[in-house]
């Protein structure tokens, strides 16, 4: 099993400039979601999804869009990129959507800069 | 603010002492997780240990968690220095929706 694949590892940007950062699972999880880590801040949530169809908004959605058209992909659009959405984002999944309650596997990261 | 907060921030120690960290949180919790973060990785599920339980075990792990407190420790016994890494904690509170907030994290480092 591949676990968790985020694609692009690295990607640079022009400010305003949008892209979409791929994440796949072949896990077959319910849950899966995308954070941001910046120095010193841990992990901050941004979006989630507990299914194909359902997604929801974490702690930092704005400037970031998310579909969940089938149980494997999760991919993470930034619409207009700024230079303050630098930072290292993680795909991360989990086998149930109740609260990570069997722990999440995550990605190895795609680290972003935006300039 | 962050749910999770680990302390300390940064802990160095020799090969083979035992290393604790601690985190504390903010709300009722439905579990709490530890994870491992190699330098340019991503994370590593080590442990959950859920809100009824005290005490959890793996391997030279060792978590703790005081409900009345709202706190957690993780102790990593007999250190090595494939232990040097950053350690999260994070918790999934019990007032409903899905969302798993995770602290800042300690660095520790490990001395061979």
């Known amino acids: 099993n591949a676990g968790v694949t985020q694609t692009p590892k690295f990607q640079v940007l022009k400010t305003g400039q949008s892209m979409t950062l791929q994440c796949a699972q072949d896990?077959?999880?319910?849950?899966m979601s995308w954070y941001r880590q910046d120095p010193g801040m841990g992990l901050r949530l941004i979006h989630y999804?507990?299914?194909?169809?359902?997604?929801d908004q974490g702690e930092v959605p704005n400037g970031y869009n998310v579909s969940r058209s089938t149980t494997e992909d999760f991919p993470l659009r930034l619409l207009s990129a700024a230079p303050s959405q630098t930072s290292v984002y993680f795909c991360?999944?989990?086998?149930?959507?109740?609260?990570?309650?069997?722990?999440?596997?995550f990605g190895s990261g795609t680290r972003l800069t935006v300039v | 603010s962050q749910q999770g907060e680990e302390d300390p921030q940064a802990l160095s120690i020799q090969e083979g002492e035992n290393a604790t960290m601690n985190c504390s949180y903010k709300?009722?919790?439905?579990?709490l997780q530890w994870y491992r973060q190699n330098s340019g990785r991503g994370l590593v599920h080590l442990i959950l240990?859920?809100?009824?339980?005290r005490e959890k075990h793996s391997g030279r792990l060792r978590v703790t968690l005081d409900t009345s407190k709202k706190s957690s420790s993780l102790l990593i016994t007999a250190s090595r220095a494939a232990d040097t890494a950053s350690y999260f904690c994070?918790?999934?509170?019990?007032?409903?929706?899905?969302?798993?907030?995770f602290g800042a994290g300690t660095r520790l480092f490990v001395k061979a």
């Open positions: 999804s507990v299914g194909a169809g359902i997604t």
């Open positions: 709300t009722s919790i439905n579990n």
């Open positions: 240990i859920r809100s009824n339980e």
């Open positions: 994070a918790t999934a509170p019990d007032t409903g929706g899905f969302k798993t907030i």
């Open positions: 896990m077959n999880h319910e849950y």
């Open positions: 991360a999944s989990s086998y149930s959507a109740l609260q990570g309650g069997y722990g999440y596997t």
